[in-house]
């Protein structure tokens, strides 16, 4: 494998985790919530990571793009809604 798959592959998870550390936070910070009850809502989209880890390492060079492009997005649009 071409280095350059790996360096996507481990951009696009690192994206996603801080989505997941950004929404995570969100979640907890409801009135009534709590820890756990944050991490039984993201705990089924936890899936996303590997997904898009193996998304990124195994798909043409493209999908690899927008595996990265996606998540960034996501971040800028979930960081300007405070």
């Known amino acids: 494998m071409e280095w350059w798959r ?3 592959a ?3 998870a ?3 985790l801080a989505f997941f550390a950004i929404r ?4 907890k910070n409801d009135p009534g919530a709590t820890d756990r009850s944050a991490l039984r809502k993201l ?3 936890s899936l ?3 997904a898009t880890f193996l998304l990124a390492l195994l798909a ?3 999908i690899g793009l927008i595996t990265v492009a996606v998540p960034a997005v996501m971040l800028l649009v979930a960081d ?3």
């Open 6 to 8: 790996w360096a996507l």
């Open 10 to 12: 481990g951009t696009s």
């Open 14 to 16: 690192v994206l996603v």
């Open 24 to 27: 995570f936070d969100k979640l």
């Open 43 to 45: 705990a089924p989209w």
């Open 48 to 50: 996303i990571v590997p």
């Open 60 to 62: 043409p060079w493209w």
């Open 80 to 82: 300007s809604f405070d």
